[in-house]
Nanobody, 115 residues
């Protein structure tokens, strides 16, 4: 069982930056593929960024070079640095962990981009 706790969400102006962090419990964090998804009201949950256990990264099409995902296996954390934020980035952002067929989700953290 893995517990994921997100932090770092909040209100930011367009063009600003936020850094989300996800802390994971468990002793085999390095074996998990980790990711950040988001869900805006009335829309489906979509991938923001993923980093595999070997460090390979991939991003959602909407990211366009604005976000960077990283992980620290010593601290059991995965971060998402978000730059050049737009109002359409407003959503609840969820941390995700996958180990083989097992999927785990955090509770989510709200990101609001507005003047």
């Amino acid at each position: 069982q893995v517990q994921l706790v997100e932090s770092g969400g909040g209100l930011v102006q367009p063009g600003g930056s936020l850094r989300l962090s996800c802390a994971a419990s468990g002793s085999i964090f390095s074996s998990y593929d980790m990711g950040w998804y988001r869900q805006a009201p009335g829309k489906q949950r979509e991938l923001g960024a993923r980093i595999t256990r070997d460090g390979t990264t991939n991003y959602g099409d909407f990211v366009k070079g604005r976000f960077t995902i990283s992980r620290d296996n010593a601290k059991n954390t995965v971060d998402l640095q978000m730059n050049s934020l737009k109002p359409e980035d407003t959503a609840v952002y969820y941390c995700h962990a996958r180990f083989v067929w097992r999927h785990y989700w955090g509770q989510g953290t709200q990101v609001t981009v507005s003047l």
